[in-house]
């Protein structure tokens, strides 16, 4: 929601001391200079991945961890982490990434294959029918080259640096601030290994990188990309019978032939399978890299419920060719400053599916957003954030619309162009004008219901042009369940402190904020609604209802409260109690783009 706040009411939220600077890295955040709350993140973040997602013992997180029994038994204490208080699923998620955390071999047979696997190359993504379920993507797992088998992503033949007596250093995923995962590997002669897998909604989107620091042109670059199938139910058989093979793309059906797992990657060398892991495999061929230079590739995962996989296959290599793609360049400015301003960019070609912009800036952020109406699909949002910086489309000929938006003060554009082929593609090129300018009429806007992690909010925001945000950081949708320990609370995010985030002069975060939106009493289905408190400073660890001792806190706190869905029990009987304290959502996270 935006709400307009002026002077004197933003007063007394916004004027506090600027403590703590929410800084945004190359594919990661820190806060501060506190290593103590960096590895107490650190640690939550892998116990939570092996509890609630990777259902871990607690021998098995011992092995990932290295740490004895009772340090683990501490941990899942003091982080309050367990089986029976994993979050639910998100309504409408993109598919759902984790690196995969070690511990747990990968593989059911030919373990001689795989000694001592790195978990640095390794991504478990969870199947949408069974959270549960995941297939584990090795990328790579092997490069063969000129040189010999130039990187292994486990032991059990030499490569060119043990034959050496080198031991290449495991390493972990970074993640990024929009929520994909990426890999760097620096091989001593000076090769360098990129990997990024960004997930979207129905499908997950890979690239590798290659760039040669070596003083000789690299041939014959042949690499292995597995995915292994162990921890997806129903696809544990070791054969290739349940397999399908095609050109580019590499298939594997479950033991009811309904729910398919499919790979793929461009220009592609062969694709396989190994029955006694078991596994899936689509190996790229990285052409020719002279010193100096890059080459990339690019690959496809998706998940398919149905008995028609080959009309599936064919609606992949219909729309999915990397290789055809252009690169188009653009960027969009303020008119009368004419300086880079981060902006919202939607992109829908003439299929109507829509496409996500990238930075072309190394310090550039570029962040994706996809959500479709649950209850109508006509409604939805697919844009991308993005920072002061140009910006960069991979696509194929043909013809595109583009939407460009800032906020309610600058005007729209609404624009088309046509990528031709040829490798000549002109630059895209906006003046964005305001209209209005709120800050120096001393009025600030506000979200004040935001879901969504405090590390993209800086991009968001500033795309956006919001000056204050208040994250739902703590909510609960349980009567049960106390605000603090909600059952969708965000715990990276709860570890801040009640301080403000200054983002730059005009935008900030701040980052204590509760819903109750409470759809259960105990174990029965009942809605009472939604409340929401603003800009207080410590977690209520209260359960609601009862209702009174959440106003008593909140007043205590200097919080202001919210009532949202008007038709809602909570919005017939708070007012009475709420006074003079209460607020209203005159416009709510429910109202969508549509026809």
């Known amino acids: 929601m935006i709400t307009v706040l002026g002077p004197s009411r933003c007063s007394s939220i916004c004027v506090l001391a600027v403590a703590i600077a929410l800084v945004v890295g190359a594919g990661h955040w820190v806060l501060g200079d506190d290593p103590a709350l960096a590895s107490r993140l650190e640690l939550a973040r892998w116990i939570e991945n092996m509890i609630w997602h990777h259902q871990f013992s607690l021998e098995e997180v011992q092995q990932a961890t290295g740490l004895s029994a009772d340090e683990v038994k501490s941990a899942l204490d003091e982080l309050d982490i367990s089986a029976a208080n994993r979050p639910p699923l998100p309504v409408d998620p993109v598919i759902q990434v984790l690196p995969y955390p070690g511990g747990r071999h990968p593989r059911i047979g030919f373990l001689e294959g795989a000694i001592d696997p790195m978990r640095g190359t390794k991504l478990s993504v969870f199947t949408p029918w069974d959270p549960a379920s995941y297939v584990v993507l090795d990328v790579p797992e092997a490069l063969w080259s000129n040189l010999g088998l130039t990187f292994l992503a486990h032991t059990h033949i030499d490569t060119v640096w043990t034959k050496q007596g080198i031991k290449l250093k495991d390493q972990d995923w970074i993640r990024g601030v929009g929520g994909d995962f990426r890999s760097r590997w620096l091989l001593p002669n000076g090769i360098e290994i990129q990997v990024t897998a960004t997930p979207h909604r129905g499908f997950l989107q890979l690239r590798m990188k290659l760039t040669n620091g070596t003083s000789e042109t690299l041939t014959d670059l042949r690499v292995q990309m597995c995915a292994m199938l162990k921890g997806a139910k129903g696809f544990e058989g070791q054969t290739n019978e349940n397999k399908v093979f095609r050109e580019h793309l590499a298939a594997c059906c479950d033991d009811q032939g309904k729910r398919w797992i499919i790979l793929g990657w461009q220009p592609i060398h062969r694709t396989w399978g190994n029955p006694p892991c078991p596994c899936l495999h689509a190996d790229p061929k990285i052409p020719d890299c002279p010193p100096g230079e890059t080459r990339s590739i690019d690959g496809w995962f998706s998940f398919y419920e149905g008995t028609d996989i080959e009309s599936e296959l064919d609606r992949i290599e219909s729309s999915w060719k990397p290789m055809e793609e252009k690169t188009i360049l653009g960027e969009v400015r303020d008119i ?51 920072s002061p910086h140009p910006f960069q489309l991979r696509l194929c000929p043909g013809e595109y619309t583009i939407r460009i938006e800032r906020g309610k003060e600058y005007l729209p554009i609404d624009s088309s162009f ?37 590390r993209e909010l800086p991009i968001a925001m500033l795309a956006d042009d919001v000056n204050l945000a208040f994250p739902m950081v703590y909510w609960t949708t349980r009567s049960d369940r106390t605000a603090e320990a909600g059952d969708r609370t965000n715990r990276e995010d709860a570890e801040l402190p009640a301080q403000i985030i200054r983002i730059d002069d005009h935008h900030w975060i701040w980052p204590k904020n509760t819903e109750w939106e409470i759809f259960s009493m105990g174990s029965q289905r009942h809605t009472l609604g939604a409340v929401l408190a603003l800009n207080h400073n410590s977690p209520f660890e209260l359960a609601i209802p009862p209702v009174r001792p959440i106003l008593d806190q909140a007043k205590r706190e200097g919080a202001i409260l919210e009532i949202e869905k ?19 959502e005159l416009a709510n996270n429910h109202m969508w783009r549509t026809e």
């Open 336 to 386: 009368e400053s004419g300086e880079l301003i981060p902006c919202r960019l939607y992109v829908r070609g003439k299929d109507e599916r829509w496409r996500f912009a990238t930075t072309a800036a190394t310090d550039g952020r570029a962040i994706s957003y996809e959500k479709r109406n649950w209850i109508n699909p006509r409604s939805e949002e697919f844009h991308t954030s993005l």
């Open 418 to 454: 046509t990528v031709e082929e040829g490798n000549d593609q002109p630059k895209l090129s906006f003046l964005m004008r305001r209209w209005i300018n709120m800050k120096q009429l001393r009025w600030y806007c506000a979200d004040t219901h935001v879901h969504r992690p405090i």
């Open 566 to 584: 008007h038709d809602w029990p909570f919005s017939m009987m708070l007012p009475s109690l709420l006074g003079d304290s209460v607020s209203y």
